[in-house]
């Protein structure tokens, strides 16, 4: 059974900064897209920004410049660097992956979701 545990959430002040870490396990043939998504009270889940199996990022516009997307294919882990947090970015970070499986599937995953709070 495949897992993603998000950790790394919390609350800081505008302007702080913050490191997501999300962690795959299970029974893992290869990981492909990997991504970050946020949900915040009342609004519809968005994507922050999603890695290739290569490395090539993606952002959404709110947040190019400011979070940066990685990831260690060894460790089967993608990471979210947030640097000037703003309290718009006040949301459940959810770990997103597309998976395949020692079954030879490839199914897309989502972690349990970490809080991010940012006070003004």
């Known amino acids: 059974q495949v897992r993603l545990v998000e950790s790394g959430g919390g609350l800081v002040q505008a302007g702080g900064s913050l490191r997501l870490s999300c962690a795959a396990s299970?029974?893992?043939?290869?990981?492909?897209?990997m991504a970050w998504y946020r949900q915040a009270p009342g609004k519809e889940r968005d994507l922050v920004a999603r890695i290739s199996s290569l490395g090539s990022p993606n952002y959404a516009d709110s947040v190019k410049g400011r979070f940066t997307i990685s990831r260690d294919n060894a460790k089967k882990t993608v990471y979210l660097q947030m640097n000037s947090l703003k309290p718009d970015d006040t949301a459940v970070y959810y770990c997103n992956a597309d998976i395949r499986t020692g079954w030879g599937l490839l199914t897309n995953y989502w972690g349990q979701g970490t809080q991010v709070t940012v006070s003004s």
């Open positions: 299970g029974s893992i043939v290869s990981i492909n897209t």
